[in-house]
């Protein structure tokens, strides 16, 4: 054989069903194009500024970076990203979100991956949008479930009206792994 198979290592979720609009879904696989931006240094801490967070209610979605090379090399120098995550806060009676409530920002929290690492959000995960870290765009291919209707979809959080959000990152040492 020339070929290695890992069996069920991403679950792929689909709960639309339980969607109040009763609306069907149906699998999307979407390609994103993801540009460079910035870390910023404060005193002794790299910052990462957060515009919004985003959820999939309903539906897991993976993130599956594109790239010709898993050396090391291409890691350290172009090949990282952010994966950015909060918890949810219990729901409130005025939360325009049904189920979970909207993101806990103060357990807002940045983890470090690389070009050879795929990333799987788990249904209701607030998230922020893919943060690439380098000089060099990285292309994912991105699959989860879709019903076309906003709220079900995805449900945003904008943060610039609030004064923003930053999340402290961990340094990057020379083996592509975050300093604790």
Known sequence: STALKHIDISPIRNLYASASSSTPSKPAMNMFSCFPRALRRRDKSLLFDIEVLERHPYTTQTFIPLSSSSSSSFREREGRYLVIVAPALPPTPDSPFQQLGPPDLDNTRAFWAHAGQAVTYGAGTW??????????????????????????????????????????????????????
């Not at 943060?131 to 479930?145: L, P, S, T």
């Not at 945003?156 to 300093?179: C, Q, T």
């Open 127 to 180: 998230h922020a949008p893919m943060a690439v870290i380098g000089d060099e765009r990285m292309d994912f291919v991105v699959m989860q479930f879709v019903n076309g209707v906003a709220q079900d979809d995805c449900q945003e959080v904008m943060l610039k009206k609030e004064g923003g959000l930053s999340v402290e990152v961990k340094e990057w040492d020379r083996e592509g792994k975050a300093r604790l």
